[in-house]
């Protein structure tokens, strides 16, 4: 009959089994010493049923406490509870007229709470993955289109930098407060309530776009364009305007004036002003979703799934970045004003350095995903069901004891009021912070992140100017080398500490080998990349010595001194512009795109030049960096589950959640707010000609390749020894602490020792 029976109560009526029995028509085959069940009604005279059918009831009893026995393994006539027995072999039991006595409206009330997806755990776990995967969205994707809005905006490596790291400082001013709500609060709605906060932020990011016009890539028109010459538009100038023009005044003071508007100051204020209320906005809005959404997956989910499902959110948070990288590797495909001009109109392609792509079409791609996951959250309840798992193993009751242990604990935080909880906070701060292990472990930590805050900002900037690669092509290779390389990393950490079962001594081992193999495969990055192209007058120079747009060969030209249209000489050297070049005409293709320009007095023979940067030319050393990259990233990742291990393991129990709230705090304040300024900074010095705008210094149009890759990468390894130094000074104290233990259990077993040896002495069985 495929019936699968259950030894329980029927709890939801307070029944006894040979009470639901007795609903069937017959007394129950057998029943415990002094439970006597009233007398039943005689077949009869019972509602709906004759004589004859009372032999077939009684078979169905005999059958199913049969089938029952057997399932559980009792011998036959043990007794089984009838509320437990599926509904449809319950059903089956009784003519339809029982049927319908027995159904009620509470049943039926039940029923359909029952199919209500909103008191599904499985159904808040996929709405949840989904949320997470849609706000790493939109905090990634600015780390992944950095680059574009500093050339779009003028902006320096450090305000960039700042930009990005904004969004934790709205996050670290109410992330503590979070440990103090607890359950107090409608968890799902303010999960909600935050993810709308997330969504009003990547809206508000991409409104930039809207409030500035179009973007003008050549700021050195000198002349207005002859009437030959393709149309000019104010967001797409001509090429063939930033000729070498003798006859022409020197635009200095026209370019001047024309490049900076009356408003270009103040509109270049409220950009930045807008997109920092955005990234606080990010910030305060992520605060309750993953904190929460764990919480309350924890208190609802089964011992046995709670795990699986929580596993599952984790592996998303290190997903989520990937996928941002590569969306915005196919934005940045699309040209910036694609919904202001037309294609035919954009003379640039996506390798030229002046190049700005979509950047705001992923802000409103994530920003609407995360508005439509945020729905979902204000149907589900402040409270549901307990899930339930069939077939429980032998160790759920031990694990039940602990987590209602745990609960208690909670339950009794969250009994605190806020002055208590506010006072008790740096008691546990500090008892924290002086505990070695945790603390050294939490350093590092902080510089692990502060490796990868650097590396999730600017490694695609710096792929794009060591290498000369489109931003386009440098997200791809983030979003599906290096990323996947650190989950992977973070996979094979928590396989080979499942696989031993670590001590802490251990765990700090396997943190100080993953290191040491990270320092040993980064090193060579160093060394391994592109040199400064030749850039004439930047860092090229003829024999006349002069510096940027005052070459001899070009003095005739009176160059704008803000022009930037690179072109690259049949010499090999690179030009700012084709005036800067010395050249006085250009050949265009049919669709009026520049093929080459010719009579450059500053290029060699045949004084010709073609459009665009030369390049770095060492293509081939790419798939080298980004191999060793990758693997060194996979290597610092297996560290990222043995550290962990070492704060829960090291720390009083009921220390735990309080500790790791003041972990991230500090990986947040030390790590994740100031990285990106750093590393911004360090990039800012290795600049070697900036942009003007409005009499202030802009982006960076060319920087020492060398400096760049040894003050970037060499930050990098900087951190990376010191969080080899501080597990390695980990490890020394949890071995001295070893030695300190298991001489102290020789000292105390010596003495049992010597009266076993007395005692065998006298023995005269002891002899040989």
Same mark, same amino acid.
């Given at each position: 009959?495929?019936?699968?029976?259950?030894?329980?109560?029927?709890?939801?009526?307070?029944?006894?089994?040979?009470?639901?029995?007795?609903?069937?028509?017959?007394?129950?085959?057998?029943?415990?010493?002094?439970?006597?069940?009233?007398?039943?009604?005689?077949?009869?005279?019972?509602?709906?049923?004759?004589?004859?059918?009372?032999?077939?009831?009684?078979?169905?009893?005999?059958?199913?406490?049969?089938?029952?026995?057997?399932?559980?393994?009792?011998?036959?006539?043990?007794?089984?509870?009838?509320?437990?027995?599926?509904?449809?072999?319950?059903?089956?039991?009784?003519?339809?007229?029982?049927?319908?006595?027995?159904?009620?409206?509470?049943?039926?009330?039940?029923?359909?709470?029952?199919?209500?997806?909103?008191?599904?755990?499985?159904?808040?776990?996929?709405?949840?993955?989904?949320? +997470?995967? =849609?706000? #790493? $969205?939109? %905090?990634?994707?600015?780390?992944?289109?950095?680059?574009? /809005?500093?050339?779009?905006?003028? &902006?320096?490596? +450090?305000? =960039?930098? #700042? $930009?990005? %790291?904004?969004?934790?400082?709205?996050?670290?001013?109410? /992330?503590?407060?979070?440990?103090? &709500?607890?359950?107090?609060?409608?968890?799902?709605?303010?999960?909600?309530?935050?993810?709308?906060?997330?969504?009003?932020?990547?809206?508000?990011?991409? &409104?930039?776009?809207?409030?500035?016009?179009?973007?003008?890539?050549?700021?050195?028109?000198?002349?207005?364009?002859?009437?030959?010459?393709?149309?000019?538009?104010?967001?797409?100038?001509?090429?063939?305007?930033?000729?070498?023009?003798?006859?022409?005044?020197?635009?200095?003071?026209?370019?001047?004036?024309?490049?900076?508007?009356?408003?270009?100051?103040?509109?270049?204020?409220?950009?930045?002003?807008?997109?920092?209320?955005?990234?606080?906005?990010?910030?305060?809005?992520?605060?309750?979703?993953?904190?929460?959404?764990?919480?309350?997956?924890?208190?609802?989910?089964?011992?046995?799934?709670?795990?699986?499902?929580?596993?599952?959110?984790?592996?998303?948070?290190?997903?989520?970045?990937?996928?941002?990288?590569?969306?915005?590797?196919?934005?940045?495909?699309?040209?910036?004003?694609?919904?202001?001009?037309?294609?035919?109109?954009?003379?640039?392609?996506?390798?030229?350095?002046?190049?700005?792509?979509?950047?705001?079409?992923?802000?409103?791609?994530?920003?609407?995903?995360?508005?439509?996951?945020?729905?979902?959250?204000?149907?589900?309840?402040?409270?549901?069901?307990?899930?339930?798992?069939?077939?429980?193993?032998?160790?759920?009751?031990?694990?039940?004891?602990?987590?209602?242990?745990?609960?208690?604990?909670?339950?009794?935080?969250?009994?605190?009021?806020?002055?208590?909880?506010?006072?008790?906070?740096?008691?546990?701060?500090?008892?924290?912070?002086?505990?070695?292990?945790?603390?050294?472990?939490?350093?590092?930590?902080?510089?692990?992140?502060?490796?990868?805050?650097?590396?999730?900002?600017?490694?695609?900037?710096?792929?794009?100017?060591?290498?000369?690669?489109?931003?386009?092509?440098?997200?791809?290779?983030?979003?599906?080398?290096?990323?996947?390389?650190?989950?992977?990393?973070?996979?094979?950490?928590?396989?080979?500490?499942?696989?031993?079962?670590?001590?802490?001594?251990?765990?700090?081992?396997?943190?100080?080998?993953?290191?040491?193999?990270?320092?040993?495969?980064?090193?060579?990055?160093?060394?391994?990349?592109?040199?400064?192209?030749?850039?004439?007058?930047?860092?090229?120079?003829?024999?006349?010595?002069?510096?940027?747009?005052?070459?001899?060969?070009?003095?005739?030209?009176?160059?704008?001194?803000?022009?930037?249209?690179?072109?690259?000489?049949?010499?090999?050297?690179?030009?700012?512009?084709?005036?800067?070049?010395?050249?006085?005409?250009?050949?265009?293709?049919?669709?009026?795109?520049?093929?080459?320009?010719?009579?450059?007095?500053?290029?060699?023979?045949?004084?010709?030049?073609?459009?665009?940067?030369?390049?770095?030319?060492?293509?081939?050393?790419?798939?080298?960096?980004?191999?060793?990259?990758?693997?060194?990233?996979?290597?610092?990742?297996?560290?990222?589950?043995?550290?962990?291990?070492?704060?829960?393991?090291?720390?009083?129990?009921?220390?735990?959640?309080?500790?790791?709230?003041?972990?991230?705090?500090?990986?947040?304040?030390?790590?994740?707010?100031?990285?990106?300024?750093?590393?911004?900074?360090?990039?800012?010095?290795?600049?070697?000609?900036?942009?003007?705008?409005?009499?202030?210094?802009?982006?960076?149009?060319?920087?020492?390749?060398?400096?760049?890759?040894?003050?970037?990468?060499?930050?990098?390894?900087?951190?990376?020894?010191?969080?080899?130094?501080?597990?390695?000074?980990?490890?020394?104290?949890?071995?001295?602490?070893?030695?300190?233990?298991?001489?102290?259990?020789?000292?105390?077993?010596?003495?049992?020792?010597?009266?076993?040896?007395?005692?065998?002495?006298?023995?005269?069985?002891?002899?040989?």
């Amino acid at each position: 009959m495929g019936l699968q029976l259950e030894e329980k109560e029927n709890t939801e009526t307070n029944e006894t089994p040979w009470k639901g029995i007795a609903k069937l028509g017959f007394a129950p085959a057998f029943k415990s010493a002094g439970e006597a069940p009233p007398p039943p009604s005689p077949p009869h005279l019972q509602a709906g049923r004759t004589r004859s059918e009372w032999p077939r009831l009684w078979w169905q009893r005999e059958s199913l406490t049969a089938v029952g026995s057997a399932s559980i393994g009792r011998a036959p006539g043990a007794r089984v509870s009838v509320a437990a027995l599926p509904a449809d072999g319950a059903a089956r039991a009784l003519p339809k007229a029982d049927r319908m006595t027995r159904s009620s409206q509470p049943d039926v009330a039940r029923s359909r709470l029952c199919r209500s997806p909103f008191l599904s755990i499985k159904f808040f776990v996929f709405c949840h993955g989904l949320l +997470q995967l =849609s706000q #790493l $969205l939109v %905090s990634g994707y600015l780390k992944s289109s950095i680059s574009t /809005i500093e050339r779009r905006y003028g &902006l320096s490596s +450090q305000t =960039s930098g #700042l $930009l990005a %790291s904004f969004n934790e400082v709205g996050n670290t001013l109410l /992330i503590v407060f979070v440990s103090y &709500l607890g359950s107090r609060v409608h968890r799902p709605r303010l999960i909600g309530c935050g993810a709308l906060l997330v969504s009003l932020a990547g809206f508000l990011m991409a &409104l930039p776009h809207f409030l500035t016009g179009p973007y003008e890539y050549d700021h050195s028109v000198a002349n207005p364009a002859p009437q030959s010459c393709p149309l000019v538009t104010s967001g797409t100038l001509s090429n063939t305007t930033d000729l070498c023009q003798p006859g022409a005044p020197r635009a200095g003071a026209n370019l001047s004036d024309a490049s900076c508007p009356p408003h270009g100051s103040r509109e270049n204020h409220e950009v930045l002003l807008v997109m920092f209320v955005a990234q606080a906005l990010l910030g305060i809005g992520g605060v309750p979703i993953q904190p929460f959404g764990i919480s309350y997956i924890d208190d609802f989910a089964s011992e046995r799934n709670s795990p699986l499902y929580l596993g599952i959110l984790f592996s998303l948070t290190v997903v989520g970045p990937g996928v941002a990288f590569m969306l915005g590797s196919a934005m940045l495909r699309f040209y910036v004003d694609i919904d202001k001009v037309s294609s035919a109109e954009v003379q640039l392609t996506n390798k030229d350095p002046r190049w700005v792509g979509a950047w705001w079409l992923g802000f409103l791609v994530a920003a609407s995903l995360v508005a439509l996951c945020a729905l979902p959250y204000f149907f589900f309840p402040r409270e549901m069901p307990k899930e339930v798992v069939r077939g429980k193993d032998r160790g759920s009751k031990k694990r039940e004891d602990m987590l209602s242990q745990l609960r208690l604990r909670s339950q009794h935080t969250e009994s605190l009021s806020l002055m208590e909880f506010i006072r008790r906070f740096p008691v546990v701060l500090l008892r924290n912070l002086r505990h070695p292990v945790y603390l050294l472990v939490v350093l590092a930590q902080v510089n692990i992140s502060a490796m990868v805050a650097g590396l999730a900002t600017f490694m695609g900037k710096f792929l794009e100017r060591q290498f000369s690669l489109t931003a386009s092509l440098a997200n791809m290779v983030i979003g599906a080398v290096n990323i996947p390389g650190a989950m992977v990393g973070i996979v094979v950490g928590g396989a080979i500490l499942k696989r031993f079962q670590m001590s802490l001594r251990q765990c700090s081992a396997l943190c100080v080998l993953g290191m040491l193999l990270c320092l040993l495969t980064a090193f060579p990055l160093l060394f391994l990349g592109c040199p400064t192209q030749k850039v004439a007058g930047v860092t090229h120079w003829d024999s006349s010595g002069l510096g940027h747009h005052a070459m001899a060969c070009n003095a005739r030209c009176r160059c704008p001194e803000r022009g930037f249209n690179p072109v690259c000489g049949s010499d090999g050297v690179e030009y700012t512009s084709p005036c800067s070049a010395g050249c006085s005409s250009v050949a265009l293709r049919p669709d009026g795109s520049v093929l080459n320009y010719t009579g450059c007095s500053c290029v060699g023979a045949p004084g010709a030049a073609r459009p665009g940067p030369c390049g770095t030319g060492c293509s081939h050393l790419f798939v080298p960096f980004v191999v060793l990259s990758c693997l060194a990233g996979i290597l610092a990742s297996t560290s990222h589950t043995p550290s962990f291990m070492l704060i829960l393991r090291s720390i009083q129990p009921e220390d735990k959640s309080f500790a790791v709230g003041i972990q991230f705090m500090l990986l947040r304040v030390l790590a994740w707010m100031p990285g990106p300024v750093l590393y911004g900074s360090a990039i800012d010095t290795s600049c070697v000609l900036w942009e003007r705008r409005c009499e202030r210094r802009a982006a960076c149009r060319y920087y020492d390749n060398t400096l760049f890759r040894h003050r970037y990468l060499g930050l990098q390894f900087f951190f990376e020894v010191g969080a080899f130094l501080c597990f390695g000074a980990v490890y020394l104290i949890l071995r001295k602490q070893e030695r300190e233990a298991s001489q102290a259990a020789q000292t105390k077993a010596e003495p049992e020792k010597e009266k076993l040896a007395g005692k065998s002495t006298k023995s005269p069985e002891s002899k040989v």
